[in-house]
């Protein structure tokens, strides 16, 4: 079965800083993978997705970036956080075994910058 | 483009109350539909699913039926427990696999 890892689970980041946020996806290959946000009190996002190594589609724009090097890892980064960055960090990817199953998604990091 | 709305929360209830959680959609074609749950510190989980119309997703007591005529996927469970309280997304997926999600309705259930 898909498991997605992410990693770390919480970080603390002042403003300013670089950040890279790892996921990496088991038990499948040549997946989409897919980054997603979920401010405070408000619901997901779609930040980026990918459709394979190398290739990054950027669904609004901002202060973060992202980068797929190996089938199964999929990188979000940032050179100087925001404020406005802090939020809780979701990767997924399709769940596809006879249909549509919707995402698995990772446990998520929890990113607060101060 | 595809959308999904949702009832806006927070929605509270005591104990065994009757759930509703309103799902409505927009999208061409035939989309698949999608229940999440996220409980509080965690990511999301698969709840239940609707592939086509008139087909009802079951899991954990909570059903949702895929209704095409009036385009939604509202989501029920006859008698809610503490244990249940969490955000629900109602999702639903169409041809480019992209997953389009509502915007969450937080579940408060008071003992």
């Known amino acids: 079965s898909q498991t997605i890892h992410q990693w770390p689970a919480t970080l603390v980041q002042p403003v300013g800083s670089p950040l890279s946020l790892e996921c990496t996806v088991e038990?499948?290959?040549?997946?989409?993978l897919y980054w997603y946000r979920q401010a405070a009190g408000r619901g997901l996002q779609l930040l980026f997705y990918?459709?394979?190594?190398?290739?990054i589609s950027s669904e609004v724009p901002q202060n973060l970036s992202a980068s797929r090097p190996q089938d199964r890892q999929f990188i979000l980064s940032s050179k100087k956080l925001l404020l406005s960055d802090s939020g809780f960090y979701l990767c997924?990817?399709?769940?596809?075994?006879?249909?549509?199953?919707?995402?698995?998604f990772g446990s998520g990091t929890r990113l607060t910058v101060v | 483009g595809d959308s999904v709305t949702q009832m806006e929360g927070p929605v509270t209830l005591s104990e065994e109350a009757f759930l509703t959680i309103n799902c409505t959609y927009t999208?061409?074609?035939?989309?698949?539909l999608f229940w999440y749950v996220q409980y509080p510190g965690e990511g999301l989980q698969l709840l239940l699913k609707?592939?086509?119309?008139?087909d009802k997703g079951s899991n954990k007591g909570f059903e949702a039926t895929y209704r095409k005529e009036t385009t939604s996927f509202h989501l029920e469970k006859g008698s809610v427990q503490v244990s249940d309280s969490a955000v629900y997304f109602c999702?639903?997926?169409?041809?480019?696999?992209?997953?389009?999600f509502g915007g969450g309705t937080r579940l408060m259930v008071k003992p």
């Open positions: 038990g499948t290959s040549n997946p989409n």
């Open positions: 990918s459709v394979g190594i190398g290739q």
């Open positions: 609707a592939t086509k119309a008139d």
């Open positions: 997924a990817c399709p769940r596809t075994f006879s249909g549509p199953y919707g995402y698995t």
């Open positions: 999702a639903l997926m169409n041809a480019g696999n992209m997953l389009t």
């Open positions: 999208a061409t074609g035939y989309p698949s």
